[in-house]
């Protein structure tokens, strides 16, 4: 059974940070793309950031510079830390895990930022 399990969200004030996890299990999490989406109230869910099995990342223009996806293969855990928070940060942050066919998703973790 597979699993994904973030943690880490919250309330912030602007500017603030944070730091995302997502824990996984139940698949051989060196050999897939990690990523982290958001859903905002009202708004389709959108990328928010990637990282591949080689390392490589991606981010949304919205996000560059102030967040940071990182992957410990060892912990089967990917993090996103996230700085210089905005109220339009705010969302529903989801945990992603992809290879080829294969997709799965986390639960979910809420961010608000206040301004």
């Known amino acids: 059974q597979v699993q994904l399990v973030e943690s880490g969200g919250g309330l912030v004030q602007a500017g603030g940070s944070l730091r995302l996890s997502c824990q996984a299990s139940?698949?051989?999490?060196?050999?897939?793309?990690m990523g982290w989406y958001r859903q905002a109230p009202g708004k389709q869910r959108e990328l928010v950031a990637t990282?591949?099995?080689?390392?490589?990342?991606n981010y949304a223009d919205s996000v560059k510079g102030r967040f940071s996806i990182s992957r410990d293969n060892a912990e089967n855990t990917v993090y996103l830390q996230m700085i210089s928070l905005k109220p339009e940060d705010t969302a529903v942050y989801y945990c992603?895990?992809?290879?080829?066919?294969?997709?799965?998703w986390g639960q979910g973790t809420q961010v608000t930022v206040s301004s």
């Open positions: 992603n895990a992809r290879r080829i066919a294969q997709q799965y």
């Open positions: 139940g698949i051989i999490f060196r050999i897939y793309t």
């Open positions: 990282v591949t099995s080689s390392g490589s990342t």
